[in-house]
């Protein structure tokens, strides 16, 4: 070994110290994998570079280099994963078990260094190589897992669990695609490929060993064994396997790792030799096709039949491949099949895994002979349900012959669990018959179908909402008649976001400057930030706030000028509307609101105007028609306005496209003005809100979702409020809603429509927005003209309070100190609290 080897040196400075032989190779060995030091991390990244990747730094590309850094993370995340399967295995604790069929992680290069906590030591580690880690972070390919607020509440709760220190695995699909890549091109939604695994994934590991056969179609063979025992034997058409991918889910500043296992769909047997040698060369690989399909896209598009097929395999193979796994791990482990659900709860995010309840069914049955009122009782100990929609298209309906063709075995068994449970309920109401149809797990119509909210609320012994006012709406609307039924299951768990993303590691300047004031226990506990009150009015603070806003603001100024090619002002006041496209959330109210400020100045090209700059971002679903014009209205509004001479600084509209977590994290600290305005009654929660209020943005919304208590929280004068509240919106729609009149008495919002309907933001053609104008004029179901005028004059108000900067920075730092209550780390402790009832089992690394 040479001297001026790196190893060498080491190894001398320790021989001096008199140690042995074998405590210098353990030291070395473990610096190798586990040190935290520059000189350890630049050793790691070295050796990855050319053991792992086969590559010398002359010829290593940006992505080489990328790799190198995250495999080196990873190494010192592993020790603490290990640590933390054997904590959880060696002891009876119970572990929580999250099924979510989409989980929006965000990229996690940089987001585990700050949990670590070497970030600096690794950006000086990158340094001395020659190379910037920003630069490399900025590689990174987020995971395309997730979709919208579903799969990011689903990423902040995995987060939360290990910074808890709770045991825990998330569960779901290892999609070989995303949801899709969103262009602009023309001002219309363009969908591309979104291969997010085409360079690899240095976060995962695959486990082949872990893998369990789902069964697909097919029928059920129904026989008496030699026992006089009643048996099913589900004979099926396709027979699928899921192999295990597994990610490290580190929580910060603590040593728990937890896991998110994700399935992905193969055949059992990939190539048929034998077709093949006889000609059929397609038919050989069939089967592995058909397999290969399930995880192939996130939310492949359900207008087409085959499309639903494929999302109803999709929901059951991933549930039936977790059960399988759970019930694996509790046996191994030398437990009775009994005591399940004394081992794991199981958390159905939404309706996407509700199969489950009937899968655990069968599995209980079928294959551990278990007897009826047994497995019932088991099932229902273990799962709890989170509903996360009012709006009952949303909820999801199967129809019942697709249902049978695809889980023939289910079907019996929700029937039977239907029938069982309909004994009941006829005698318990007996006469209501409106009550039984609607608690049935069975719908008639048309065509039957089948209820899986209703599955779900039957099969779980806890049911909660996910904000005080949408909990409130559960119980008097899409679940009133499973409330008046059970009400002992339901509660109120208001979501919450993690501050180590959404502040630490996207608003680091933020960060500091809290930290300086308050330490930085906030990170860890949220409500700490109240500390930061006693500084709202202090002109010194509010300047420094100001200028960490107006930092970030140009930041993001220099990245539309370089996606866009659009120069805006950070000077002006940044009004952000990004979420995922729909009518509920409203969009086009802003839109109208964008267009009456560009009549303003048309008319009088003098006017006396906050400058503004409205930023739109969101994806709209493929099969999403009115999403997608949406869409094309808002491009087509700033081609106009932003290209018009008269306007000059004052007004400009930004699309940012292909909205995600990346994007996210570069806009939430810039904005200024946050846009919650569903229609009051339609958003369950929302978690935009709280990271834009959270970074500083002031709100203006309905009372819809979590804004409620969030106005609560940060005080009605730091609140821009308007609008019908959710009582006034039934109460409008009740006495039979005519929105043309709004439009016919209302001069601006005439003008507006008039002028989209007129083709004067399409080139004149009359026929790009007929459709949404129509829609808007005569059957504006989300009251889009009713708010209008109370959405202007906030708007207004929002103006005119941006003129006083330092009540603006007053109470911009006033919302940022009230937000510790919308913390996921608060949710996951009212979860464990109230529902899983598990207690925090920390790890502790061995030397």
Same mark, same amino acid.
């Given at each position: 070994m040479k001297k001026n080897n790196p190893v060498s040196k080491v190894k001398s400075k320790l021989e001096e110290k008199g140690l042995d032989k074998q405590e210098i190779q353990n030291i070395l060995i473990e610096d190798a994998r586990t040190g935290l030091s520059v000189e350890a991390l630049k050793r790691a990244i070295s050796n990855n570079l050319f053991y792992v990747q086969g590559k010398f730094p002359e010829i290593?590309?940006?992505?080489?280099?990328?790799?190198?850094?995250?495999?080196?993370?990873?190494?010192?995340? %592993?020790?603490?994963?290990?640590?933390?399967?054997?904590?959880? %295995?060696?002891?009876?604790?119970?572990?929580v078990s999250y099924l979510s069929a989409e989980y929006l992680l965000g990229p996690h290069l940089a987001n585990n260094l700050i949990n670590l906590g070497i970030y600096k030591e690794t950006e000086q580690a990158v340094k001395e190589l020659g190379k910037d880690l920003d630069w490399l972070v900025e590689k990174e390919i987020e995971p395309g897992l997730g979709n919208g607020g579903l799969g990011r509440l689903a990423a902040c709760y995995m987060d939360s669990l290990a910074t808890l220190e709770v045991p825990a695995i998330g569960y779901g699909i290892r999609y070989q695609f995303g949801i899709f890549e969103q262009d602009i091109r023309d001002g219309w939604q363009v969908e591309d490929t979104d291969n997010w695994l085409r360079r690899g994934n240095p976060w995962e590991i695959e486990r082949r060993e872990l893998n369990?056969?789902?069964?697909?179609?097919?029928?059920?063979?129904?026989?008496?064994?030699?026992?006089?025992? /009643?048996?099913?034997?589900?004979?099926?058409?396709?027979i699928v396997k899921g192999v295990a991918y597994d990610t490290p889910i580190l929580g910060y500043d603590v040593n728990t790792t937890?896991?998110?296992?994700?399935?992905?769909?193969?055949?059992?047997?990939?190539?048929?030799?034998?077709?093949?040698?006889?000609?059929?060369?397609?038919?050989?690989?069939?089967?592995?096709?058909?397999?290969?399909?399930?995880?192939?896209v996130l939310y492949p598009n359900d207008e087409q039949e085959e499309g639903k097929i494929l999302r109803l395999q999709q929901q059951y193979f991933f549930v039936s491949c977790s059960l399988q796994d759970m019930l694996g791990i509790h046996l191994r482990q030398g437990d009775k099949i009994q005591d399940f659900h004394k081992k794991f709860v199981v958390q159905l995010n939404d309706t996407h895994p509700a199969i489950g309840v009937a899968e655990l069914m069968r599995l209980l049955l079928d294959k551990y002979q278990l007897e009826w009122d047994d497995a019932w009782d088991i099932t229902t100990k273990t799962f709890a349900y989170t509903n996360h929609t009012l709006l009952p298209e949303a909820l999801e309906k199967w129809d019942l012959e697709l249902f049978g063709r695809v889980l023939p075995r289910h079907l019996e068994l929700i029937y039977e669990i239907n029938r069982r449970f309909l004994d009941v309920v006829t005698v318990k109401f007996f006469g209501d018959h409106q009550k039984i149809a609607s608690l049935s797990l069975i719908g008639e119509g048309q065509k039957k179908y089948i209820k899986m909210a209703n599955l779900a609320s039957l099969g779980s012994f806890a049911i909660n909402g996910v904000a005080a006012l949408h909990t409130e709406l559960l119980k008097k609307t899409v679940l009133?008649?499973?409330?008046?039924?059970?009400?002992?299951?339901f509660s109120n768990k208001t979501n919450g976001v993690t501050p180590r993303r959404w502040m630490v590691l996207s608003n680091p300047e933020l960060t500091k400057l809290i930290t300086e004031k308050i330490g930085d226990g906030w990170i860890k506990y949220l409500d700490e930030l109240k500390g930061l009150e006693k500084?709202?009015?202090?002109?010194?603070?509010?300047?420094?706030?100001?200028?960490?806003?107006?930092?970030?603001?140009?930041?993001?100024?220099?990245?539309?000028?370089?996606?866009?090619?659009?120069?805006?002002?950070?000077?002006?006041?940044?009004?952000?509307?990004?979420?995922?496209?729909?009518?509920?959330?409203?969009?086009? %109210?802003?839109?109208?609101?964008?267009?009456?400020? /560009?009549?303003?100045?048309?008319?009088n090209p003098q006017i006396d105007m906050v400058p503004r700059t409205v930023i739109f971002a969101g994806k709209a679903a493929p099969g999403y028609k009115v999403a997608k014009e949406i869409i094309k209205l808002i491009t087509s509004i700033g081609e106009v306005v932003n290209n018009d001479p008269d306007v000059k600084n004052r007004l400009k509209v930004v699309f940012y496209p292909n909205y995600n977590v990346t994007n996210a994290q570069k806009i939430y600290p810039a904005a200024?003005?946050?846009?919650?305005?569903?229609?009051?009654?339609?958003?369950?929660?929302?978690?935009?809100?709280?990271? %834009?209020?959270?970074?500083?943005?002031?709100?203006?919304?309905?009372?819809?979702?979590?804004?409620?208590?969030?106005?609560?929280?940060?005080?009605?004068?730091?609140?821009?409020?308007?609008?019908?509240?959710?009582?006034e919106v039934d109460q409008v729609k009740n006495n039979g809603y005519d929105p043309y009149?709004?439009?016919?008495?209302?001069?601006?919002?005439?003008?507006?429509?008039?002028?989209?309907?007129?083709? /004067?933001?399409?080139?004149?053609?009359?026929?790009?927005?007929?459709?949404?104008?129509?829609?808007?004029?005569?059957?504006?179901?989300?009251?889009?003209?009713?708010?209008?005028?109370?959405?202007?004059?906030?708007?207004?108000?929002?103006a005119e309070t941006f003129r006083d900067k330092s009540k603006w920075a007053e109470m911009s730092i006033l919302n940022v100190a009230r937000m510790g209550k919308f913390s996921s780390d608060r949710s996951i402790r009212d979860y464990c609290n109230e529902i899983w009832k598990v207690k925090p089992v920390p790890v502790k690394l061995k030397k």
């Open positions: 290593a590309t940006r992505n080489d280099y990328y790799m190198a850094v995250s495999y080196a993370v990873r190494d010192r995340i %592993l020790n603490r994963w290990v640590a933390s399967v054997k904590q959880y %295995l060696d002891g009876k604790h119970r572990v369990y056969e789902v069964k697909i179609g097919g029928h059920v063979q129904h026989y008496t064994d030699n026992n006089g025992k /009643y048996c099913s034997n589900w004979i099926p058409d396709l937890n896991t998110l296992r994700l399935w992905k769909s193969e055949a059992p047997k990939s190539f048929d030799f034998q077709l093949f040698n006889a000609g059929g060369y397609n038919d050989a690989v069939r089967q592995k096709i058909l397999c290969e399909n399930i995880s192939k009133k008649d499973w409330y008046e039924l059970t009400p002992e299951k500084f709202a009015k202090d002109k010194d603070f509010q300047k420094a706030w100001m200028d960490v806003k107006y930092q970030q603001k140009l930041s993001l100024s220099k990245r539309i000028l370089q996606r866009m090619r659009l120069r805006v002002d950070p000077e002006s006041l940044y009004d952000v509307h990004v979420k995922r496209m729909h009518e509920y959330k409203r969009q086009v %109210l802003n839109a109208l609101h964008v267009i009456t400020l /560009y009549n303003r100045i048309k008319h200024d003005l946050s846009e919650q305005i569903s229609t009051a009654g339609k958003e369950a929660s929302g978690t935009g809100n709280m990271k %834009l209020s959270l970074n500083g943005a002031l709100t203006i919304g309905t009372l819809d979702g979590a804004n409620v208590e969030i106005r609560e929280c940060v005080g009605e004068e730091n609140f821009f409020l308007f609008g019908l509240d959710a009582d009149s709004y439009y016919k008495n209302n001069p601006d919002l005439k003008l507006a429509l008039d002028q989209i309907n007129s083709g /004067y933001f399409s080139h004149l053609n009359t026929d790009t927005f007929k459709s949404l104008v129509r829609s808007l004029m005569f059957d504006d179901q989300y009251l889009v003209l009713a708010d209008y005028q109370p959405y202007i004059e906030a708007q207004d108000k929002v």
